[in-house]
């Protein structure tokens, strides 16, 4: 799915903001159960920052892969973020309700967490190592479960 909603007129497609190796972009955001979260708060895991919109169905399919993916990894640290784009609350929230994840469903309704790491496709993937630096970027629904567990593994493995 092309994300056409975060350029804003009269200005041009932005490069990815947020490249490999760099800290990533700290934000807070509500989650759609309720209550915020903040990046920063979840330093010393694996992070899995998942761009979403109710809109893409390949993101809903995704959703639930990464579902499964923080289920058998939280212990050893994964944490999963959802990030949704979408503009309407309400249809991000029903999207929410209607696919309970075991993780946080993120609204990010102002798309500021966005444009800081240059989303420009969905689903987008961020992968953030224990230190809070970007590790993996896939922003194309070409992924292969294959190389998320590959790429989640090897910074699991990778202590502080």
Request: some cysteine.
């Amino acid at each position: 799915c092309l994300l056409a909603v975060l350029l804003v007129p009269g200005q041009a497609a932005m490069a990815a903001a947020t490249t490999v190796g760099e800290l990533a972009p700290d934000f807070a955001l509500p989650s759609a159960a309720g209550g915020n979260v903040r990046l920063s708060e979840q330093r010393g895991q694996v992070v899995l920052l998942a761009f979403w919109s109710s809109r893409c169905a390949i993101c809903a399919a995704e959703l639930a892969r990464l579902s499964d993916l923080q289920t058998t990894y939280r212990a050893a640290g994964l944490v999963t973020l959802a990030v949704s784009v979408d503009d309407d609350l309400h249809s991000a929230a029903r999207f929410a309700h209607s696919h309970p994840e075991r993780f946080p469903l993120l609204l990010d309704l102002r798309k500021g967490v966005s444009r800081a790491y240059g989303i420009e496709r969905l689903p987008t993937m961020v992968l953030i190592d224990r230190r809070g630096r970007v590790r993996f970027l896939q922003a194309d629904e070409s992924g292969t479960d294959d190389l998320y567990i590959a790429r989640v593994r090897e910074l699991l493995d990778d202590p502080l």
